[in-house]
């Protein structure tokens, strides 16, 4: 096994749930990002955040439709972006 070598798993997706991600839908989305392990990043337009911290969610502003990348690195990376990626695909909350 290389030791050097660091993985992370990517997932583009569109943000469909109605309002985007502010209020509830930010606070729905950071909850479930901090049920896992891995390190977890949004990134849209060039800016990469914290998936985990509120402040960076609703700094980013996003609205609906927006294509976002979601970047986990950790033991559960896979499940992370798959659970993230199906809630901005329905109403988050």
Not at 69 to 75: F, H, K, M, V
């Amino acid at each position: 096994m290389n030791k050097g070598v660091n993985f992370v798993y990517t997932e583009k997706t569109i943000v469909k749930c109605e309002s985007g991600l502010h209020n509830k839908q930010a606070i729905s989305f950071i909850q479930k990002a901090n049920e896992f392990r891995s390190s977890i990043w949004v990134e849209a337009d060039d800016r990469k955040i914290n998936a985990k911290s509120l402040l960076g969610v609703m700094s980013m502003g996003i609205t609906t439709g927006t294509e976002i990348s979601l970047i986990a690195d950790g033991s559960d990376e896979v499940a992370a972006v798959q659970a993230l990626a199906e809630l901005l695909e329905r109403d988050v909350y």
